[in-house]
Structure formats: C-alpha cells, structure tokens
C-alpha cells in the first residue's frame, strides 16, 4: 500500500488578481507533489479560492452584482492561471460550495456544543481591509499594524472561539518540533508572537454589517469570520471530521503559505485543530516574498509581475524553473527579467538543452539514431555513474526539506558532470578508428542514459522538458511510469531504442533580441516590428555564386561566444569560413555536413580571422538551422 502525502497551499483571495506571488506558492506545492508521485506516493494536493467576507460584498455592490455572482465571475482566473502553468492538483475548493458551507456548520455546531465557543461583548478597532479587530495597543499611529490603513471603533456582541487556553499546548508544540515551521526565522518569529497573552479569537460578524458569509448554525443573526471560515477548507475537502480522519491523508505533510499569513496559519489555526482534536501539520513552511527590480509590488508603480505574459514570453517551464531556482525556498526573492533571461542562457540553453542536442545529434550520426549496446565499461564510466547516484539520493533527502534551489543545483551537478564526460571521452575521436567504435557505443549509452536520469529529475519543475527529452529519446514509457525506482540502478533505457532528435529544447536569447524584449517590457510597448525587405530583381539574384561545400574541420572561435571557423572542401579548393552558429552547433555536429557556401562573397576579417565566404542557414526566432540537401551532390555543384 502506497504512503499517503497530502500538501496544500493557501486558498486564495478571490478578489485578487493572479501574480507572481501566487503562482511561486503553487508552482514550490506542484513541484513536491509531482515528486512524490514519482516516487510512487498516494498524494492529494488541494489548493482553492477563499470567496467569503466584507471585501467581497463590498466589491460586489461596486460591480452591481450579487456576491455569488460576483465570485462566480472572478475564481475562473486562477483555475486558468493554474492549467496554464500545468498545475496537477487533486482538487480546487471554493469556500462558497455546499460541501464547504456544511463541515463548516458541523464543525462550529461541535465547537459550541462542547464549550468551546461563547458569545460576549466586544469593544474594537475594527481594520475593514483585514477583516480584523484590533486593540487599543496593537494600533501603530492609530492606524492598523498589518496594512498601515485606518480603523474604526465598533462595540457589538460577537461570538468567541477560546484559542487562548491553548497558548501553553501551542508553544510546546512549536518547541519540541524544529520541523513544525521552517523556516527557523518564522518559527521564532511565531514563538515571539506567542510571549504575549494570547487572547480568544473573535469569529462572528452580525449580520446587519455584514450579511456575505456562512450563517452560525446555532445563530442565525451571525455569519463566520472568513478566516474561520477558509481554513477549514484543508478539512471539507474531504469531508466531515470523521471523514477526514477515515481519508489517511491528515495530518498534512506540507503546509505552503507566504509570510504575510504565518501568524493565522500558525496560531490560529493550529489551535483549531486542537480543539477539533485533530493533529497539526506536519511541517507549516512560509516563505518570502518577490520585489521587481528591488521594489515591492504595488498597483500604483505598475510593477505587478503577470504570470500569464511571463508565459507567453518565455514559456511555462522557464517560468518554473526560474522561480524556484532563483532564490532559496523561504528568502525573499527580487524578481527581474533581465535575470530570468540569464537562466534561460546559461542554465537551460548552454547546459541543459546542450546536453540533450549533442548527445541526440550524435547518436544520429554514429549509430543511425539507434542506442547502441554498450561495451566495457572505463574510468570515466563509473564516475559518471556515481554521480548521478549520489544526485539521487541527495535530491530525495532535499525535497523533505523543500530546498527547491538546492535541489536543481544537485541536478545542475550532473547536468555539468555528463557535458564533461562528452568532452573527456571525445566520441568525435572515437568514431575514427574500428577499435573506439566499441568504446563509442558505450560512450553514447551512457550519454542516453545520463539524459534520461536528468530528464526525470527535472520533470517536476519542467514537466513539458520532461516529457520533451523523453520523446527525443525514443522512449514511449511515461515519466510517472518509470519513476524514482528506475534511477536507483544504471541502465534501464534498452539498447536498440530509436531515438528522434527534434528542435533544441531551450535556444539562446542572442543580445539584440534580448535588449528589444527589455526595451518592451520596461516601456509596456510591442517588439519593434521590422519593415518588409526591398524587392530584388532575377539578375540580383544570378550574381549570388552558390557552391555545395563539405565541412572537413570546425573549432570554436577564441573569445567568441557565436563564431565557429570552418575548414570546407569545394572539390577543386579548400577554404576557411567564419560563421555565427556556436550557439546552435557544436564543432563536433559539423563535421563531414554538407553545406551551401556563398563563393563568391568578398572576403572578410572577423576577430582577426580571415572569412572566406558564408554559409547559408535559416532562423526561426532564436533558432539557428544550416541550410542542406535531401540527396548528395558533387562538391562544389552550382546552387540555383
């Protein structure tokens, strides 16, 4: 019977629009479940949208509709937000769905049956935005501590959930538990918190104030505070408590929230489930919060990072992968595009999708796209095997932590450690002679199978690259179907797999064409279009000398990030070339290609070099192809 795993994030705010605080929490949760999958785990993963409360029946007059219509119109938004960045969660809750209203009751009805809940006076400063009473010293300036707003005074009879006679419980709680909140920052903070008397917690609002909640099923003059309310969902979801404690899934294992509700999640609601008689989670993480270019977030600097533009910028998995890349899980992070466009280069282009085209392209042109049947195994052999080994096992224990970051760093390592297996055992040379043959086809196995073990472990922050470098590799099984168990031994891609090499995964953003995308992002404008090329005539055209030429040699230019120096063969001359495709080509994938050269060009000196003619290809975005022929022809065949 599979281990039960049962993560959640916050529900929230229906009010709010989707940005890239959201889609972090989400994205960290998708991420552990995803792996926990993987590693053959029954898991339940609940997120949802929190739809009650006096924002929303305000917002709703202001819009002429109802608050069930107005709801209705706006938690779509994140239900899209969260298919768009391939969110596998088991369940979307709404607070305003029956299923919800009704555990809510029966929990309130049993709270009140048993003493817990008590109706008294009460004398406030009341925060509208925050939904929150304060007292006399909690106010800063006379203005709300949480958001820095005005407050009214209002006296009214209320009802009261007794959370301060677990004050003592809650404190050991936290103490004896150093995995009960992480990280340790918040959980200090929390235990701060608890140095003052903690006081009972007010969980009615009347009706005649405000009418856009769930009625106490004991009062009917009352509706539910909305944090009372929306942190049961983690409960309804299920069922009632009988039915969430038959589910095997409770206690959470994870518990996501952002650092701006720790105190909620942390306090009030673990003394909820105290009195519920319901254990607490197993680990509450809060972590930071995102700044644009050093600012926080705010609608009036217009700074608000999009999720759904990120995506159609730069794709949904650069999207995840950045996010939990960038900065270590429970830090505050600063977002910036121009940081996002340097991982997209170095980590996803220059290793990650390098790693993938060479080793395909190169089992293309040794072994027909076919995975050879290794042979001996060498030195260089089993130090690869033995990192992706030690990756393994240091990735399972990461993830217990949630230490995203440090997680695809560890990957990065293998990434970085096959790239320098290809380099040190040098199949370009190999395939030279009939004795490195057989040294080769164990060279290319293994460069398979250390992409495949990589394309795995990356699945969960990239599920699409996963699914990608699978495809590639000609293997029809299904990330979740292979699963942790086949990294534990080396060799599970079957030799004689065909693969089939598609486009590059991740191309470079070359300068230019990043500068243009900053220039747009920074103005709000569209990328400049260009105007349509001028016409040319026949003649124009029969001036061009266009030769098939066969590449016999290829280097990488010193100090050039984009040139390569060719050394082609025209048939009746050889000539040295100069062209622009390091970022696309490896020298290796080169040689023995047949090309279209451009005879009749004028020489040129580039970074010193002397450029005798240019080779044709064509580009699509960023994407970089040599132009060639169906069929072979004679060196140096006029092109026309």
Avoid at 324 to 336: A, Y
Avoid at 368 to 385: M, R
Avoid at 529 to 558: F, H
């Amino acid at each position: 019977m599979s281990k039960k795993f049962y993560i959640t994030t916050p529900i929230y705010y229906v009010n709010d629009v989707p940005h890239i605080g959201h889609a972090y929490t989400t994205i960290a949760a998708d991420v552990a479940a995803r792996y926990k999958r993987l590693g053959g785990h029954d898991v339940f993963f609940l997120t949802g949208t929190d739809e009650h409360g006096q924002k929303v029946q305000q917002a709703a007059i202001e819009a002429g509709k109802s608050p069930q219509d107005h709801v209705d119109s706006l938690y779509i938004r994140f239900k899209e937000l969260w298919q768009k960045l391939n969110i596998s969660h088991t369940d979307f809750i709404r607070t305003t769905e029956p299923r919800h209203k009704k555990v809510v009751q029966e929990i309130l009805q049993d709270l009140h049956d048993r003493g817990e809940i008590y109706k008294d006076s009460y004398e406030g400063w009341y925060c509208m935005p925050d939904e929150r009473f304060w007292t006399e010293k909690d106010l800063v300036d006379g203005n709300c501590p949480e958001c820095g707003r005005k407050v009214e005074k209002i006296k009214e009879y209320n009802y009261f959930f007794k959370m301060g006679q677990h004050q003592d419980w809650l404190i050991e709680q936290i103490q004896s538990n150093e995995k009960f909140i992480l990280p340790a920052s918040r959980r200090n903070e929390v235990l701060g918190f608890l140095q003052k008397p903690l006081e009972d917690l007010c969980i009615s609002r009347p009706k005649e104030r405000l009418s856009w909640g769930i009625p106490l099923p004991f009062d009917d003059d009352y509706v539910t505070y909305v944090w009372f309310d929306a942190l049961i969902n983690y409960i309804s979801v299920h069922g009632s408590l009988a039915d969430v404690r038959a589910s095997g899934y409770w206690p959470t294992s994870h518990h996501l929230i952002g650092k701006d509700i720790l105190t909620t999640h942390a306090v009030y609601w673990s003394t909820m489930l105290k009195a519920m008689d319901l254990a607490v989670p197993d680990n509450i993480f809060a972590h930071g919060w995102w700044t644009v270019n050093g600012q926080k977030m705010s609608k009036s600097l217009r700074n608000v990072v999009e999720p759904n533009l990120l995506i159609e910028q730069f794709g949904v998995d650069v999207i995840r992968y950045f996010l939990l890349r960038e900065v270590p899980f429970g830090l505050d992070g600063d977002f910036s595009h121009k940081a996002l466009i340097g991982r997209i280069n170095s980590d996803l282009a220059n290793n990650l999708g390098n790693l993938v085209n060479r080793t395909l392209n190169m089992l293309g042109k040794y072994f027909k796209g076919i995975v050879p049947q290794p042979d001996a195994a060498g030195d260089e052999d089993a130090l690869l095997k033995k990192k992706c080994s030690e990756v393994v096992g240091e990735v399972d224990k990461l993830f217990d932590e949630l230490a995203f970051s440090k997680i695809l760093m560890k990957i990065w390592e293998l990434l970085d450690t096959s790239n320098q297996y290809i380099n040190n055992t040098a199949p370009w040379n190999l395939a030279k002679s009939e004795e490195g043959k057989k040294r080769l086809a164990t060279v290319m196995y293994n460069s398979a199978e250390a992409v495949r073990v990589i394309g795995i472990l990356i699945s969960p922050f990239m599920p699409e690259t996963g699914d990608k470098i699978m495809a590639q590799l000609g293997i029809d099984t299904p990330v979740n179907q292979q699963g942790l168990d086949s990294l534990k031994q080396w060799g599970w891609i079957k030799a004689e797999t065909q693969t089939h090499q598609g486009a590059q995964i991740f191309p470079r953003i070359d300068d230019p064409a990043a500068a243009k995308l900053l220039a747009s992002i920074e103005t709000g404008s569209e990328p400049e279009k260009t105007e349509p090329p001028e016409q040319i005539t026949i003649e124009d055209v029969m001036k061009l000398d266009l030769r098939t030429a066969k590449i016999l040699e290829a280097e990488k230019v010193k100090k050039s990030k984009k040139l390569i120096k060719l050394k082609v063969d025209l048939g009746n001359e050889q000539r040295q070339v100069l062209a622009g495709i390091a970022e696309t080509y490896e020298p290796e994938q080169l040689i023995g290609r047949t090309v279209i050269l451009v005879a009749n060009l004028k020489p040129a000196k580039l970074m010193g070099l002397e450029s005798q003619g240019m080779i044709l290809a064509g580009s699509s975005g960023k994407k970089i192809v040599l132009a060639g022929f169906d069929e072979a022809l004679d060196l140096g065949a006029r092109v026309k």
